[in-house]
């Protein structure tokens, strides 16, 4: 990344297993997200831009399966793969423009976000909004439980038969509508009929009109030119024929001279050509008066045709056309409806079967989630805690099915059963994210998970836990993890620190990665806020030796 916020250029080098960002509030740890992000088709804004830069640029290599889907798409959109590798990018000009790339190719900022959404998934703390909406809740009820799919035929089985009912109330509509309609449609279509166009005859009639309206003249004017190019005295003709005579008695002598002479033969031939056919178009000219007016006459019969229904007689038979068809369903609607009945009986009960079979591996996926998100809040400081997904059954036909989906909470024993938004507290909100995290980011296809403190509001024995479950998250995914507890920090496989430094009264920060005792000092500083504190020190080298311990 380059040019971005506070980072005027740094590399970051993901490794499998989990990876940790670190470094001091302001040091630009939001910058490496937000470039992530960037690369996700997040709105680009030039206050993005790093002062005094004409750019931001983010570039990510990421690798995909080339037989995958992923790479299919790029290759669709013109990229290609080095080997198994995938180059994605994204450009923010400083005045605001914003330009992506995928494998070399100039893509659309759309396109750059799905493709890059196969492969990296971010968790934010903004992202708590989904634990209290009730869309949000039902769709990670559906993710846990694969049910992705059958939502999608449920959904659309629900599309087809929302079609039918929406075209069912249109034909129920006023009934003298339909019969006036009908009757504009029978007028019209019987003023075309009587006149019987004929397509692209308007275009012949206005020619052959024209051409018989000025017989006469067009006559005299061939016939006059035959004449004067080869039968008037000094015709042109003649005039070649003598310039010709004269030319072959020198041509011999020069061979520029021959193929002048050689021209002038060929415009001979050619005019006699074409004083040919001058005679025979002038002979083909008759006027012919009663043509004429049959021409006339028909031009006329279509003129009210093209003022009403044209302008050209295409666009007459057009509509010609779709009002046959229009007629068909106005005067069918009845029989239309009695079909549309039998039709939206079929599609209710296609609806009710699949949208019935969904509700029930919905609940049982409802158990499942509720036992596995409540063993995570147990190992996260909530032992007594209790989380409910509940499933309740409608009746109505909806696009998501028969059910709505409710998150619920018993924080303690004896306590009450309620909407999440209304029960949690600010830290239990965040802890049941990251637990929820954790149980759906573990079945998550994506290769590569992103979590920027999640891990807000939780602290003690329960950030330890944070660390070890994020630790073994890595075992199965790549995973990056922006936090300021040194407990979960411990955990990780790789440590990087984002570090501000100011040099001739610039600002900018920087990414390294701390590996043995550089690692103990930065441990020390998020502990005791001072990296030299031996009180700090020995609980860091305490909590690296707790991590060690768990894995």
Known sequence: MAGLGVIDAADLDLEPGLTVLTGETGAGKTMVVSSLQLLLG????????????????????????????????VVDAGGSLDDDTLTAARTIAAQGRSKAALGGAAVPVGLLGEVASHLITIHGQHEQGRLTDPVQQRQLLDRFGGLEASAAAVSHAYAALSAMTAERSELQGDEQSRLRQADALRFGLAEIRAVAPVAGEDVELRMDEERLAHAVELKQAALRAANALSEDDQSVSDQIGEQQR???????????????????????????????DLNAYGASIDADPSRLAELQERRAA?????????????????WADAAEEQLVKVVGADDRLAELEAEIERATATWFVEAT?????????????SREVSGELAALAMPDAEFVVEVH?????????????????RPHRGGDLTPVQRGASGGELSRIMLALEVVLAGMSPVATLVFDEVDAGV????????????AHLGQHRQVLVVTHLPQVAAFADHHWVVQK???GGVTASDLR?????DRVKELTRMLAGLAESSSGRAHAEELLAVARASR
């Not at 020198?250 to 050509?273: F, K, M, N, Q, T």
């Not at 602290?459 to 994020?470: D, H, I, K, N, Q």
Request: aromatic share 4%.
């Open 42 to 73: 997040q709105r680009a804004s030039p206050d993005l831009v790093r002062s005094g830069a004409a750019r931001a640029q983010v570039t990510a290599r990421l690798t995909v399966d080339t037989q995958g889907s992923v790479a299919h798409r």
């Open 246 to 276: 004269a030319l072959d008695v020198a041509r011999e002598h020069d061979p520029r001279l021959d193929a002048l002479a050689v021209r002038l033969s060929d415009i001979g031939y050619l005019l006699a050509d074409l004083t040919s």
């Open 302 to 318: 279509l003129g009210p045709l093209l003022r009403k229904y044209g302008p050209e007689l295409a666009q007459v038979l057009e």
């Open 357 to 369: 079979e969904l509700s029930e591996r919905r609940g049982e996926a409802a158990v499942s989630l």
């Open 393 to 409: 059954r409608g009746d109505a036909p909806t696009s998501f099915g028969l059910d709505q989906v409710a998150f619920l909470l």
């Open 459 to 470: 602290g003690g024995s329960a950030a330890v836990e944070v660390g070890r479950r994020l």
């Open 501 to 503: 430094s100011t040099s």
């Open 513 to 517: 990665q701390v590996n043995g005792d």
